[in-house]
């Protein structure tokens, strides 16, 4: 059973030393790969923050299941049929219910005694960490977090050692990879993902196609109050910018946000507001532009790819390897298509187009229909 005393204390001093735990970390982060499958319950209701949470935590060996609410996190635990869960990272600001209620629910029922929580937020804010100590959370990350300190503070509550370092993965396959924008900064966005350079072009993809919603509500949006729903998606638009280190739109959403904090909603001025989302409005459609853009010229790429010849065991072996990959969901689907793109190429013929296009943009399912039909036909 926790002792709720020294997790406090260790709270505050790890909580005291993030920033420059961050500030000290490498690109190339410690993983730690647990002995045995550790169950990780994560609450977020971001879809954009599920998928990098889960990759980042299935990379690391963790077993992870998703709520999408507090009552969710309620549900799990509480069923049935309920699961043992070895710790929870719990987002503190998700509708339905959030964090802080979800947990204060949890720590009413002695049997949880023993289950870590851990809180995660974008809003590093004086007296949140007081607040999550009180209400029974074990520790505390910001998003968007740095892979090792989300390895790190895994671990020390699961009584982990350090035993893979993620740096010795061979980044020679990432050569052809290359990201020339403007409004993006890379480095940063590949930090967020541990070098995971499938799982960034996947939140690229991914960030271009929502916050193009996003852009058109920008555009209807009154000035003289916004409402929770709106802050909310700025709140999420300033989370997942940040993540793929697009620094120019999460600043926008930021000065939203703190222009917010220190105004009484009755001084809240129409033309200041209207400044500050137009603001975001086109720094969002720059990124946007620029995103659509690369894309559009990575499918040109796949159409004026040549092809490379195969013999039939060749085309038997490639194919295989890549279906098992796209079965599974695993975005090394990707890697391996880009590293081997000639000679499928040639093995997809003019079916390459539309299977690039479905692999480029994670629809692994549709990408492995064409390439079983394709490959039925060499056999």
């Known amino acids: 059973m926790i002792d709720y005393l020294r997790s ?12 420059e ?87 009413q029922q002695k049997q949880f005694n023993h289950l870590p929580i851990i809180a995660l937020t974008a809003h590093a804010m004086t007296g949140t960490k007081e607040r999550c100590v009180e209400e029974g959370m074990q520790d505390y990350l910001t998003k968007p977090f740095e892979p090792a300190v989300l390895y790190d503070t895994i671990a020390s509550w699961l009584g982990e050692a350090k035993k893979k370092d993620a740096g010795s993965q061979d980044q020679s396959r990432y050569a052809h990879l290359d990201y020339p924008f403007h409004t993006i900064e890379p480095s940063l966005g590949l930090r967020s993902t541990a070098q995971n350079h499938a799982l960034y072009i996947k939140l690229l993809n991914n960030f271009c196609h929502a916050q193009k919603t996003t852009l058109e509500q920008l555009g209807l949006t009154e000035p003289h109050q916004p409402d929770n729903d709106f802050s909310r998606l700025i709140h999420t638009l300033k989370s997942a910018s940040a993540t793929i280190g697009a620094t120019h739109v999460a600043d926008a959403a930021e000065a939203y946000e703190n222009y917010l904090a220190h105004q009484l909603p009755q001084q809240i001025e129409p033309n ?51 279906s098992e990959l796209l079965t599974t969901s695993n975005v090394e689907a990707l890697d391996y298509f880009e590293k081997e793109l000639n000679k499928f190429s040639f093995i997809l013929d003019r079916q390459f187009p539309l299977f690039t296009n479905a692999i480029r943009n994670y629809d692994f399912d549709r990408a492995n229909e064409i390439l079983i039909s394709v490959t039925d036909r060499h056999s």
Request: proline letters at 3%.
């Open 8 to 19: 406090h204390q260790h709270f505050h001093a790890h909580f005291s030393n993030q920033a």
């Open 21 to 107: 735990h961050v500030q000290s970390t490498v690109s190339q982060p410690i993983i730690h790969m647990p002995a045995t499958p550790y169950k990780i319950l994560l609450a977020e209701d971001n879809e954009f923050n599920q998928d990098i949470a889960v990759e980042l935590l299935t990379q690391a060996g963790y077993a992870v299941e998703v709520a999408n609410n507090g009552q969710e996190v309620l549900n799990k635990l509480f069923s049935d049929d309920a699961q043992h869960f070895h710790l929870i990272l719990m987002d503190l600001e998700m509708p339905v219910m959030d964090g802080h209620e979800a947990t204060l629910l949890i720590r």
């Open 272 to 322: 200041a507001m209207r400044n500050i989302i137009t603001h975001i409005a086109k720094e969002l459609e720059e990124t946007i532009t620029e995103l659509d853009q690369y894309f559009a010229k990575q499918n040109e790429h796949s159409i004026n790819t040549q092809s490379a010849p195969c013999s039939k065991e060749e085309i038997l072996s490639l194919s295989t390897q890549l």
